[in-house]
């Protein structure tokens, strides 16, 4: 009996507990939308975000990218301001310019800030009152785009051509100071394993440190690339000497040289000896030497590479 007491006195305790405890929840949630639903004045940092900006000019990064703008209004509509980084509109179009600063000043352009704000938030004040934009005249210049690569092909397989790079310049727009150090612009490196298809891959810019001064027409680049199974062959190609002279006479052995070379399956039969030329040049000889040294001074396109097995040209002067 006295234990079945003691539990109905513990429940009633602990009912007592939670409703106390409900209650203060209640008060806090009470004292909180008191608060959201009166207006005070607070303070924010605002990014500026610079808009209307002319085609030709530039606002440069080391210029002030902010204001403080104190607001009043019901505690509810602060709360977004809490939550994220504000940004505010500053717009360029009609600000007072000299030949090297845009001048934003507050008295001017008061009208447009509170535009961005409902209308039942008072903007009090903005700190500074004045800013300075620095800027410079823009440079438009083409520069051509690298491809950056490490592609690796199935056995037998490789590209035919040089990859194509669509567009292959691209347009920059900024600061003179930045467009003259910028002779390229190269991609993302495009790393791939495995290939015997056509390559059709879209590939990123990668811009330079300094790209947020400058304005691209592209931030992308498509890389195509036609690739087909490969072999290698050899052929026998005559070798010709040049500038022997006019009075002395030589023979030469081998008159060919076997030259093998890399292609395609689809090329492969149309390659033959006369669309190589190899060379070995008299005026190269050093005193004393007997022999000429080859090299390929001509190939068609259609090869991947080319190269000789024979290193030395034998040569006996005859007169």
Not at 58 to 70: E, F, K, W
Not at 108 to 127: C, D, G, L, R, Y
Not at 159 to 178: F, M, R, T, W
Not at 244 to 258: A, G, H, L, R, W
């Amino acid at each position: 009996m006295r234990l079945f007491k003691q539990n109905i006195l513990s429940y009633f305790k602990s009912k007592r507990l939670n409703v106390f405890l409900l209650f203060i929840v209640l008060a806090f949630l009470f004292s909180v939308l008191s608060k959201l639903s009166q207006r005070y004045t607070h303070s924010f940092v605002f990014k500026i975000n610079a808009i209307n900006v002319p085609e030709d000019h530039v606002v440069l990064s080391d210029s002030t990218n902010v204001m403080t703008i104190a607001l009043t209004t019901y505690g509810f509509r602060h709360i977004k301001y809490y939550l994220r980084n504000p940004e505010i509109d500053v717009d360029f179009s009609n600000l007072d310019k000299t030949k090297t600063h845009y001048k934003w000043i507050e008295s001017n352009e008061i009208s447009k800030i509170i535009n961005q704000f409902a209308t039942n938030i008072t903007v009090e004040n903005i700190t500074p009152d004045t800013i300075a934009f620095r800027y410079d005249v823009n440079s438009v210049k083409m520069v051509p785009v690298k491809l950056v690569s490490n592609i690796k092909f199935s056995a037998g397989y490789d590209v035919i051509n040089a990859y194509q790079l669509e567009p292959d310049s691209i347009k920059i727009i900024g600061p003179k100071l930045i467009t003259d150090s910028i002779s390229e612009i190269k991609t993302k490196s495009l790393n791939l394993e495995n290939i015997n298809a056509d390559i059709n891959h879209i590939i990123e810019l990668n811009l330079p440190k300094n790209s947020k001064e400058i304005k691209v027409s592209k931030s992308t680049v498509e890389v195509k690339g036609k690739v087909e199974k490969f072999t290698e062959g050899t052929i026998e190609v005559p070798v010709n000497v040049i500038n022997v002279p006019e009075n002395i006479k030589i023979n030469f052995y081998p008159k060919t040289v076997p030259v093998i070379f890399y292609t395609s399956l689809s090329n492969f039969k149309s390659i033959s000896s006369s669309s190589f030329l190899v060379q070995c040049d008299f005026n190269t000889i050093k005193e004393n030497n007997t022999h000429l040294v080859p090299s390929i001074v001509n190939q068609p396109n259609k090869i991947k590479s080319a190269k000789l097995n024979v290193k030395q040209i034998e040569f006996i002067i005859v007169n």
